[in-house]
């Protein structure tokens, strides 16, 4: 599977516990994005990789919001202290220039 | 499956008829517009896009027709399949940005 693979699909988890979702983009993009989705919304936007660099995280992103990118491949995201409004779908994307986004299937975190 | 969006605008189509979705965007600086499709459970899929530099661009059954005098984005199918039920989204990006912003999104039910 050539595609964005995101893991775990789904998470459940007791408020107040950390949580780290992975993304592994497609192999030769070197730009890497995290968008987080509420039921009928559109995906908002998060944080942007450029390889390794994290260039610029949105102000939705707190700072319980930690993202990584080491080794300019796979991407990390983590929240710490989860909050109920901090359930969601965690999308990634990646792509090669800034055009051509191919997102994952996302990661949907239930905080209870 | 979960559902994507449950307050959606419904769109609902017999099949085979043409579907036109419509989507007002806010930034007159966007220079790039893409449609995505969503089924549930799954990240956005991308569908179609244009460049401001363009009114109207053709894929296969799909055209998306862009009028800047007004920032509206419209996405046309033509002979609308039972596979084409899903949720779709606008999204723009600003010359010279790297993240879309979506818009909120319209449900299309295709009718057997």
């Known amino acids: 599977d050539t595609g964005v693979s995101q893991d775990p699909r789904h998470k459940i988890t007791k408020r107040g516990q950390n949580v780290t979702f992975r993304c592994d983009p497609i192999s030769e993009h070197n730009r890497l994005y995290w968008y987080r989705q509420t039921l009928g919304q559109g995906p908002e936007f998060l944080t942007y990789f450029q390889n390794e660099a994290q260039l610029e995280k949105s102000r939705l992103l707190s700072d319980r919001f930690s993202a990584e990118r080491p080794k300019g491949s796979f991407s990390t995201l983590e929240i710490q202290r989860t909050e109920q409004g901090d359930s969601a779908m965690y999308l990634c994307?990646?792509?090669?220039?800034?055009?051509?986004?191919?997102f994952g299937s996302g990661t949907r975190l239930t905080v209870v | 499956g979960e559902s994507v969006g449950l307050h959606l605008p419904t769109l609902s189509v017999q099949e085979g008829d043409n579907s036109i979705i419509n989507c007002a965007y806010s930034n007159s600086a966007s220079d790039y517009f893409i449609w995505y499709k969503q089924e549930s459970g799954k990240g956005p899929q991308f569908i179609i896009d244009i460049r401001s530099n363009m009114d109207k661009r053709q894929g296969q059954r799909v055209t998306v027709l862009l009028n800047k005098t007004v920032k509206h984005l419209s996405l046309q199918i033509a002979a609308t399949q039972p596979g084409d039920s899903a949720v779709y989204f606008c999204a723009e990006r600003m010359d010279s940005s790297y993240k879309l912003i979506f818009g909120s999104g319209t449900r299309l039910l295709v009718r057997p």
């Open positions: 994307a990646s792509s090669l220039t800034e055009v051509g986004y191919t």
